[in-house]
Nanobody
Framework: QVQLVESGGGLVQAGGSLRLSCTAS????????MAWYRQAPGKQRDRIAL???????NYADSVKGRFTISKDNAKNTAYLQMNNLKPDDTAVYYC???????????????WGQGTQVTVSS
């Protein structure tokens, strides 16, 4: 089995910064991609940043230029550096990964438990 564990959420004032971490552990052969999603109360869960196995990145327009996703392959860890935070960024942030557990097997989707980010005005 695979676990994704997030950390780094918290309360910050508008204009501030936070860095989220997500570490994958367990039965991991390869990680195809990792991503960050967020879900605000009463809204759907949306993907905001993605990083592929070859480190290509993709961002939602709402965070482009403010958030940066990165990955340390040796540690199976993805990061989300969030700068110039706004009250609209308040949400639960979830880590997501597509992982192969062993050679030649299907890749499965995994979710972290979520970490709360609250931005005060």
């Amino acid at each position: 089995q695979v676990q994704l564990v997030e950390s780094g959420g918290g309360l910050v004032q508008a204009g501030g910064s936070l860095r989220l971490s997500c570490t994958a552990s367990g039965s991991i052969f390869s990680i195809q991609s990792m991503a960050w999603y967020r879900q605000a109360p009463g809204k759907q869960r949306d993907r905001i940043a993605l990083i592929s196995e070859d480190l290509n990145t993709n961002y939602a327009d709402s965070v482009k230029g403010r958030f940066t996703i990165s990955k340390d392959n040796a540690k199976n860890t993805a990061y989300l550096q969030m700068n110039n935070l706004k009250p609209d960024d308040t949400a639960v942030y979830y880590c997501y990964a597509i992982i192969a557990n062993s050679p030649g097997t299907y890749r499965f989707q995994y979710w972290g438990q979520g970490t709360q980010v609250t931005v005060s005005s």
